[in-house]
């Protein structure tokens, strides 16, 4: 059902490779919403993927990107200015990768280059995408910019590895940024902590399902999915959440407020002794 939040609303949306990405999902859900859009991904991604697809869909243009080059920002702000006729109203961030977890290194034994990286891709590229978007003058007063994150930026997740600190980075740029771009151009900026999803990525994730399954039993409500993840996406680029800035906002079925619940507990006495070691001993991970 559509609200027409959106309408006459502009919007960049990055980070759609295939069905499984959110922000196809988010892609989707803006212009059924009244928005129009344009589309981008790394070069390589949109050769792999099947955004071209989403694009062909929704009537709109890809741009190839590379979020961490500050020249292949400036054309994606400018040639969606020039496309859509006018400054930008809403901007999704959906990227991240670690080379790291590709390569299965732990966050003890991690390659410094690789970490770098990660940061770059992850988190920097934002910071790149907001600096570069202020500098054209390219977003609307009362513009809306959010990023994808999640929970283990504040809490330690086994497996999530080096992605944890490119998070925690996200969102102090969120913050740091929200209070300069908000007291300039009014223009507001949050990160949605959101829960684990099975998307392209994601799926790197050492432990990807378990995490998931324990997700949905530690929260009242359950996981939420991309489309869910969508859905809240578009709340924040509307002007019903004009005052929400610099915000951290958890969209995970109450999981960040959990303790324990009885059916998290009840999993957790169930599997024990399938990481406990031939002495006894219990194996951490």
């Not at 009537?59 to 990107?65: A, D, H, N, S, Y």
């Not at 003890?108 to 990286?117: A, E, Q, R, V, W």
């Not at 610099?246 to 009840?266: I, V």
Request: hydrophobic residues 40%; glycine residues 8%; negative net charge.
């Amino acid at each position: 059902m559509s609200y027409n939040l959106l309408k006459g609303k502009r919007g960049v949306i990055f980070g759609a490779l295939n069905e499984m990405s959110i922000a196809w999902k988010v892609a989707e859900r803006a212009v059924e919403e009244g928005a129009v859009i344009t589309l981008t991904n790394t070069p390589m991604a949109v050769r792999m993927g099947t955004i071209n697809d989403l694009a062909e869909k929704l009537k709109t243009e890809v741009i190839p990107c590379d979020a961490t080059s500050v020249e292949d920002l400036t054309t994606v702000f400018e040639r969606s200015q020039e496309l859509l006729g006018g400054k930008i109203d809403f901007v999704l961030h959906s990227i991240g990768m670690s080379p790291n977890v590709r390569k299965k290194r732990t966050y003890d034994d991690l390659d410094y280059d690789m970490l770098s990286k990660t940061l770059d891709i992850s988190a920097v590229s934002f910071h790149k995408m907001i600096q570069c978007a202020k500098k054209l003058d390219a977003i609307n007063e009362y513009g809306s910019i959010v990023a994808l994150s999640y929970v283990a930026s504040q809490r330690t997740f086994f497996g999530y590895n080096d992605m944890a600190d490119a998070k925690s980075l996200l969102e102090s740029i969120a913050r740091s940024f929200g209070y300069i771009y908000g007291r300039e151009r009014n223009v507001r900026i949050n990160t949605v902590s959101q829960s684990p999803t099975q998307t392209t990525a994601g799926s790197g994730v050492k432990g990807m399902d378990h995490l998931m399954d324990f997700s949905d039993k530690m929260s009242p409500l359950g996981n939420a999915n991309a489309d869910e993840c969508a859905d809240y996406c578009i709340t924040l680029f509307s002007d019903l959440t004009r005052k929400v800035t610099m915000q951290n906002l958890f969209h995970d079925g109450g999981f960040s407020s959990m303790g324990m619940s009885l059916r998290a507990m009840n999993q957790y006495s169930k599997g024990i002794e399938e990481f406990i070691d031939e002495n006894g001993k219990i194996i951490y991970g």
